[in-house]
């Protein structure tokens, strides 16, 4: 009953603009703006559709949950561009701990799937970007290479719209290697989601599975398909 009420669908057509900063998303002929004011705007024709797509399927609400593309490009636009280095550098952050590292001790059954799923990336990183990190047993910290951490910081854009992708994607598995995997294309967003939660997936089948956490987690993949979507709709 608190909740604040979403705004009516005021608009009847929905249409792409094209100008010579990109494409922009036109309501009964009017761009649609960011929410700090600035022009919702794509650099390809495929995202701004993409994007239109998403208004013109409100109904008589504006639902913004409903519009996770949309939403992803806001964060880019009014929150990533400004601070698109400080945003590479939380990236990085991740990476210095990042859960491809941190081994169960057991039971094997666990420790041979976190192999399966987390050991290919770290063979990827190693064989193609010359990055290669210590693995630790349990929650001990280890300090990784400077070196690897530089290559990684190396393979992460300041372009702010791929830049919130790969932040979004690495906030949402607790992995850079993770997500950088999906932007690069060595990885795709299925195996990548997959692998994030190996660790709860083994947990949910020996306690069974929790009803909240399964709504937050189908949240979480939405936001995770629309990151790896906006990767794959700028080209």
Known sequence: AQRTPLPKR???????????????????GRPVRTPARGLLRAPTRALAEAMAAEWAAQDTEINPFLMPLTRLVNVALDRVGPEAEAVRDEVVR???????????DGPQKLVARQAR???????WMSGTHG?????????????QPADALARVAGRVPL???RLAAIHSMTTLTGSALLALAVAEGAL???A???????????????????EIAARRRAARRTEMDAAARLLGLLG
Request: hydrophobic share 40%.
């Open 94 to 104: 991740y990476a210095g701990t990042d859960m491809l590292f941190y081994r169960a």
């Open 159 to 161: 372009d702010p719209l």
């Open 192 to 210: 990548a989601w997959a692998a994030a939660h190996v660790d709860e997936d083994f947990n949910r089948e020996q306690w069974g599975e929790d």
């Open 117 to 123: 799923s987390w050991d290919p990336v770290l063979d």
């Open 188 to 190: 795709d967003v299925d």
């Open 10 to 28: 005021f608009y009847t057509e929905v249409s792409v603009g094209e100008g010579e900063g990109g494409f922009t998303i036109l309501l009964d």
């Open 131 to 143: 990055a290669r990190f210590f693995l630790s047993e349990g929650v001990q910290h280890v300090t």
